[in-house]
Every structure is written in C-alpha cells, then in structure tokens.
C-alpha cells in the first residue's frame, strides 16, 4: 500500500470562529482555527485552502491558523479543504458562518488633538 493510501483524512474543521460569531475587528481582519484529524501530511504536499464565501484565499499552506484580511463587515461563510500537491481536493470541512463588527467612524469623530481619524 502506498504513503497516500495509507493516509486518509478524517476530519477537518473549524474551530474559530464558532458558527454565528460575531468578531469585532475594524481593521477587517479574521483568524481562521482548523483542526485536521490525522494530522496535516506535509511532507507529501498536502495544504490548507481557505475559502471565504466560496471564493479561494491566498495559496495553499500548511499551516492550521491563517488571518484573513480585508474582509468586509457583514455576514461571510468560511470553509477549509486539505489538497494535495496536484490541487485535488481531499476533505473538505462544513461551512462555518460568523459576523464581522466593523465600528462605524461616525460613532468615533476625528478628535482635533490627535493625529489620526476614525475609529482608534
């Protein structure tokens, strides 16, 4: 039997953030947890591909904790998939729905005394 038969995915997740979060960032930016069950076969090429509202985000990486940027406040769907070294999808993860709160500079007036604008 051969290394990638004999290595099967389980499970891929995501843990954070939870369904139906609300994460509060105004710089627009989102941490993304996975969790992989057996662990991430790296060293045969597998990858994380993180997508945001089924659209691909950046390249395929190894690593289980990524940070979105950018992104715009509202409602947006994350999901994962681990693929090989060919970008052939071999697990993908359920769709994980959360909320971002971007304050809205107009509760936050430039101050004359700083040097900046908006939200601090």
């Known amino acids: 039997m051969d290394d990638s038969a004999a290595h099967v995915y389980k499970r891929l997740s995501i843990v954070k953030p939870a ?5 509060h960032d105004n710089q627009g930016n989102v941490e993304v947890v996975l969790a992989v069950d057996p662990a991430l076969h790296s060293r045969r090429g597998d990858r994380i591909q993180l997508l945001l509202d089924g659209h691909a985000q950046g390249e395929p990486t190894a690593s289980l904790a990524q940070v979105l940027h950018d992104i715009e406040r509202g409602e947006h769907t994350a999901a994962a998939q681990v693929v090989d070294q060919h970008g052939r999808v071999l697990i993908a993860s359920e769709p994980v729905t959360f909320l971002l709160y971007i304050a809205s500079p107009l509760f936050h007036p430039p101050r004359p005394d700083t040097p900046h604008t908006g939200v601090p």
């Open 19 to 23: 369904p139906r979060e609300i994460v």
